[in-house]
């Protein structure tokens, strides 16, 4: 390893001594691996109201992850609100809407740890 760069190691070990596997991050490590992309279709209802999206991973340990939509459709303004939690097993997100179409999501699951 370089003596240079980013590194945190794991509780109760020293960076400086560290082995590859005692540390959470590296800059000599690849940043942002996605392994699971989904493209989630939320169906708006007419008015405001919520969908649920559930995506299972099963990694034993919560993940980085993050969503990417735009916010409009074809049928007006989609004034989104998300409430995002990750498990062991599975991403959950959970948007409250207003809009009247389908709207696509796209999903990234990253197989970096959330620290």
């Known amino acids: 390893m370089n003596d240079y760069g980013i590194k945190i190691s794991k509780q109760g070990t020293d960076v400086k001594t560290a082995d590859q596997d005692d540390l959470v991050l590296s800059s000599e490590f690849p940043f942002l ?24 991973h099963n990694y034993g340990y919560v993940p980085v992850f993050v969503f990417a939509t735009g916010r409009f459709t074809q049928h007006g303004f989609l004034g989104t609100t998300v409430k995002a939690t990750s498990s062991v097993v599975r991403c959950h997100l959970k948007f409250d809407l207003t809009g009247s179409a389908e709207h696509t999501v796209k999903v990234y699951i990253y197989r970096n740890r959330m620290v």
């Open 33 to 56: 691996l996605a392994d699971i992309v989904a493209d989630v279709t939320l169906e708006v209802p007419v008015g405001p109201g919520t969908d649920v999206v559930e995506i299972s």
